[in-house]
């Protein structure tokens, strides 16, 4: 009788220590999606970063008196390089600085491209057509790998924040990203 107690306690701690055990590799498996998913997502940004220099040299020559709007996009750029997130800390706050500041050098390409409709030889540029074709490609690779990231986000999120598993590891959620302010506003047109 005392060894089939032993026995029954023995197997109940296994039971336990098992599903412990699985629900926490379970957790570290996603938070290794997350974290490779963001590392897609900064090299997105990192092909972007990189154009942008063949980019502005290629402005350059035509459009010597846009130097301000050069400028900003260079301002931007070098802002933008600074701000990283660490793969460990990808929560609300850090996730919002950096897309804070790839959205101000997005607004900067943005009136770089608007200042090139001036120069209509600039616009004919191989070189030119080219790296726009490629910043256009960036743009999307972007899009793509940010909702990948946030598909991986949520299926994470959505397993810490069981009852079981707070109990138990008491993880945060991660951050998602959010859409820009001025997308809750529609443009207006003016005819």
Avoid at 77 to 96: E, F, G, Y
Wanted: no cysteine; charged share 25%.
């Amino acid at each position: 009788m005392k060894y089939k107690n032993w026995i029954i306690g023995i197997a109940v701690i296994i039971l336990i220590g098992g599903i412990y055990i699985s629900k926490y590799n379970k957790i570290k498996r996603l938070e290794q999606n997350v974290k490779a998913q963001w590392s897609k997502v900064e090299s997105a940004y990192q092909r972007r970063l990189d154009l942008i220099p063949n980019l502005v040299n290629t402005v350059k020559g035509y459009a010597e008196f846009e130097k301000e709007t050069l400028t900003q996009v260079i301002e931007a750029r070098a802002k933008a390089t600074s701000v990283t997130v660490d793969p460990a800390n990808l929560n609300q706050a850090s996730i919002q600085q950096f897309q804070q500041t790839q959205g101000a050098l997005s607004s900067a390409l943005g009136r770089l491209m608007v200042v090139v409709e001036k120069y209509p030889d600039l616009k004919a540029n191989q070189n030119f057509l080219e790296l726009q074709a490629q910043l256009e490609g960036t743009e999307n690779r972007i899009k793509v790998e940010r909702d990948r990231y946030t598909d991986q986000v949520s299926s994470y999120n959505k397993y810490v924040v069981t009852f079981f598993n707070q109990m138990l590891f008491h993880k945060e959620e991660m951050g998602y990203f959010t859409a820009d302010e001025a997308a809750s506003q529609a443009p207006t047109v003016e005819f």
